[in-house]
């Protein structure tokens, strides 16, 4: 079965600070994860995907199939970083584009 | 473009009432999906559609309906509210996979906040 782990419900560090959302994912296939960020009174948006092997917002994640991870890291947590992320996962080769999230971390960054 | 856009914001029904969640978005996208979003349970996905006429169940389908009569528009119905169904609702649109596409952002609305008595 298909399934986003997220175990922190609150990450609460410092300005400055790393910060490593975990997400760990069970899916026999070969999955596309992604992160997803709400910002305070904002619609959901994309934050990267694991394809795209890019750097948003000083975030980076990379996927460990090994250890079926998908954690997301930043090496200097602002205070504008503040929001709920999801991590989901969707099937590659499938016919929809369903996507499975987790249940979510809020981050906090203390000033 | 607007994007993805919901109406009403906010609702308050009494047990038992129906109603419906609007959700349009004018990208052309083929796939439109619909998401309740609950403290601890993070998104669950309702139901979803791949394109005009075509709709199907996700993982909480039960006390919903869906239909897609056309490309921009697929509403969200309830049709006996009960308080088990208060919950933020989100929909969200994207190119759906195929014609070489490996892979497309999920674009969503502001939301929903359904509160039922």
């Known amino acids: 079965a298909q399934r986003v782990t997220q175990p922190e419900k609150l990450l609460s560090v410092f300005k400055g600070a790393p910060v490593e959302l975990k997400c760990n994912y069970s899916?026999?296939?070969?999955?596309?994860l992604f992160w997803y960020v709400q910002y305070s009174r904002q619609r959901l948006q994309l934050l990267l995907r694991h394809i795209s092997r890019e750097s948003i917002k000083g975030f980076t994640a990379d996927l460990n199939k090994g250890e079926t991870s998908f954690h997301l890291k930043k090496p200097f947590a602002q205070e504008e970083d503040s929001a709920m992320y999801y991590c989901a996962l969707r099937g590659y080769g499938g016919a929809t584009n369903k996507l499975i999230f987790g249940t979510g971390t809020l981050l906090a960054v203390q000033p | 473009n607007a994007g993805v856009t919901q109406t009403p914001k906010f609702q308050v029904l009494k047990t038992g009432q129906s109603m419906t969640l609007q959700c349009a978005q004018d990208?052309?996208?083929?796939?439109m999906s619909w998401y309740r979003q609950d403290p601890g349970m993070g998104l669950r996905l309702i139901h979803y559609?791949?394109?005009?006429?075509?709709?199907d169940q996700g993982e909480v389908p039960n006390g919903y309906n869906v239909s897609r009569s056309t490309t921009e528009d697929f509403p969200l119905r309830l049709l006996s509210a009960a308080p088990s169904q208060t919950s933020v609702y989100f929909c969200?649109?994207?190119?759906?996979?195929?014609?070489?596409?490996?892979?497309?952002?999920?674009?969503f609305g502001p939301g929903t906040r359904l509160t039922v008595l």
């Open positions: 969200a649109s994207s190119y759906s996979l195929g014609q070489g596409r490996r892979t497309d952002t999920q674009y």
């Open positions: 559609s791949v394109g005009a006429g075509i709709t």
């Open positions: 899916y026999s296939g070969s999955p596309e």
């Open positions: 990208m052309n996208h083929e796939y």
